[in-house]
């Protein structure tokens, strides 16, 4: 059965419930023992929140269902987001019971979201939205337009999806893929420079592709000082979350032309209608869709397999982000 990791003096029921935002008969494999209960989101919960133990957090739902019923989850032992982002219930994590481990969905998407970074620039660099409206206009629209091919590309966030979306550049013949993280390292396709290093490489990059999760480090990251350091006509791709860009400072570079931006997330999200995002000159917008894909289900499926696995066999968990104190 799972590790005892619950608080002792929580005053919680015997937890060991688990909730699951993908209905149990749908994953193939869950360990026996615990009692399995769907919960998507919605009004109603699915059983008494305080004997649950594992908690998985809805997909894409919002912060707030992702926190609402944590508060009376008093047994809890683990959180687990099908995102590799957790910045939606890291604020609740002081408020968590002693010992609960938040885990993250490293590797669910790396595929979808290297895929989505890689459209993205290419779309941007190719003028295709140009030519979306030519075809709507009935206009033919030739011309010589910027390739991948030469470029010098800049990944900002070098974790799991910045190391795929760098496989996924490499057949387009790039001349240079510089990498920065949180800290320096070396890594297998060469060295990942600390974030310090970004007033260096931002000038050489032709694109800078952002793929660092959001955190009070990277929070406005890509603010003037940042967005000032990139090269005239360079395009930013934002993968990661809307906060890691100042929005202000963005719209100031791309409607003076200087910048332009291909960007899955924004800041605010939802973008609002009337926002000047939308209609701003060399902005390519997708509403969030890096990770739903039809790759996300069967990989977000053996995620839990495994770590509910882990959890029953009383292993260590994978991705473990942060645990509460």
Sequence with gaps: MAPSTA?????????????????????????EGPAYHFWDGDEEFPADPARCAFYVVPYMKGQAVAVRPLAEMRGLRVVQTLTAGIDHVAGALPDLP??????????????????????????????????VRAQDAEEWSPGVYDALA??????????????????????????????VARTAREAARGPVHALDSLPRLLPRADVVILCTPLSEETRGLAGAGFLSRM????????VARGGVVDTDSLLAEVNSGRLRAALDVTDPEPLPAGHPLWHAPGVLITPHVGGPTTAFLPRAKRLLRDQLGRWARGEPLEHTVAVAQ
Excluded: M
């Excluded at 090269?231 to 934002?238: C, I, R, Y």
């Design 231 to 238: 090269k005239d006509g360079a395009l930013l791709v934002n």
């Design 98 to 131: 002693p010992g609960t481990v938040l885990c993250n969905a490293r590797g669910v998407h790396d595929a979808s979201t290297a895929e989505l970074a890689l459209a993205l620039t290419l779309a941007a660099l190719r003028r295709l939205p140009t030519f």
């Design 7 to 31: 608080p002792q003096d929580s005053g919680a029921p015997d937890a060991s419930d688990v909730w699951l935002p993908i209905p149990p008969a749908q994953i193939d494999g869950l360990p």
């Design 150 to 179: 030469d470029k010098s590309v800049l990944i900002v966030g070098y974790g799991a999806i910045g190391s795929a979306v760098e496989e996924r550049l490499v057949p387009f013949e790039v001349a240079e893929v510089a990498r």
